[in-house]
């Protein structure tokens, strides 16, 4: 079995979130100085571990092994969420170099390939997921001439800057990989909260969503009679309301379910509200389950509008499909946990969503989380002690040359 080098492991982590540092976590948005900077190092050490390094057209940074028989995709992404952690996306890209030099370092393993990869924009700064889904053909040039980030820059002038406009973007060859493995921050507190080491991802959770506008009519919030008023914030209100309970009685052990944006036209206090809208999300893992979920969300709609007196429309925004983690590479997984954290692990759904969403679309794929402490993540105080960090590494590099071992 190959040996990682915790210490090193440890010392790299730290080296990269000097890219961008923010109190104790990060910031580092895809594209930006800090960012180029330190893709720029991750294909230094790339180089280190014997491999060559390649900087995509999108800024997909890949350590190359020209001379493996058969080859694992390992990695995750680098940029940071603004002012995010300091592990999210780096844990699985420093796993994935320190996979690399150990396999390298271990005679017995000779012909077993890791090739690192640390994905762009996985954190949407510019898109959603750019990075890995460029390299299965599922980002279009269209996409790319439109796209722009919050601050209206757009993603081809980012690129232009960043040296990466004009480089070919690498497109996946499945028959180069035996699989993509992609180890991540729980970023939620199932591992925690039970004092777990080690999760087995079974399933990335889809994402379904949808725009609720309501219309009514604007008025005097002193002089209009309440029966004659189409108050939509009072409308929206009540649906909301309705939406909740409804959802409730019909979840799943696993379902989340959130109204997380509101607007009320024109928002003032004493106006009576002519237009709101919110925004509609669910996610699981069983697409029968975020079937169900719509049709009650339309149902409700449908029951709102009818009974008046506001017109109440609905339109879907997205949906994700579930991704699927291969059961082989699940069964892996779990059996180095147990080597090594007996009785310390756990097969659960990821909530977030992950570049492992996008590779297992076009190859067998599989995901390893370790703890966040208190659940904490998307903020800079997101952390996780550093011996569940020095753990992780080995349960995944076992992890890894039992996937590369088996047939
Ligand atoms: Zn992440």
Redesign the pocket.
Known sequence: MPKTDGARVLADLKRLTEFGRYKTGVHRPTYSQEDVASRQWLAEKFAEAGLEPVIDGIGNVFGRNPHAERRLLVG??SETQPHGGWL??ALGVIYALELARAFREDNALAGLGIEPVAWAD??GHFGNMLGSRSFIGALPDSEIVKAKNRGGVPLRAALEQAGYAGRPREELDPSRYVGYLEA?IEQGDWLDSRGLKIGVVEAIIGNWNYWVTVTGEQNHAGTTQMPRRKDAGAAMMKLAARIYARFEEIAGPRTVWTIGRMLIDPNAPSIVPGRAEMQVQFRDTDTGILARFEEALMQLVAEADRAGPCRIEIAPISKSAPALMDPLFQELIEQAAERHAPGAHLRMPSG?G?DAQILSRRMRSGMMFVPSLKGVSHHWSEDTNEEDIVLGAQVFADTAAAILQAG
């Open positions: 995750s992404h999210d996306g996985e954190e991540h977030a992950h």
